[in-house]
Nanobody, 118 residues
Framework: QVQLVESGGGLVQAGGSLRLSCAAA????????MGWYRQASGKQQELVAS???????NYADSVKGRFTISRDNANNMVYLQMNSLKPEDTAVYYC????????????WGRGTRVTVSS
């Protein structure tokens, strides 16, 4: 059974930085993409950033130039460096891993809360 464990959330002032980490516990093979989603209170979940197995990245327009996603393939970890944080970045951030091994699979973390004060 694979579990994703996020860490690094917290309270930060606007303009500050946080680094989120996600570790996959358990055996996992065939990862095709890793990413971060977020859900703010009263809003739908949205993709923040993703990175493919080949290193191709994709970002939401609202975070381009401020957030950077990276991954450690050897240790099945994914990171999100968040700079120049804004109050509108306040949300619960979820780690997501997708892959293919004897069929497609998808795992989600439980989320880590990020609060940006103005």
């Amino acid at each position: 059974q694979v579990q994703l464990v996020e860490s690094g959330g917290g309270l930060v002032q606007a303009g500050g930085s946080l680094r989120l980490s996600c570790a996959a516990a358990g055996s996992i093979f065939g990862i095709t993409a890793m990413g971060w989603y977020r859900q703010a209170s009263g809003k739908q979940q949205e993709l923040v950033a993703s990175i493919s197995s080949g290193g191709l990245t994709n970002y939401a327009d609202s975070v381009k130039g401020r957030f950077t996603i990276s991954r450690d393939n050897a240790n099945n970890m994914v990171y999100l460096q968040m700079n120049s944080l804004k109050p509108e970045d306040t949300a619960v951030y979820y780690c997501n891993i997708r892959g293919r091994r004897f069929g497609e699979y998808e795992y989600w973390g439980r989320g880590t809360r990020v609060t940006v004060s103005s």
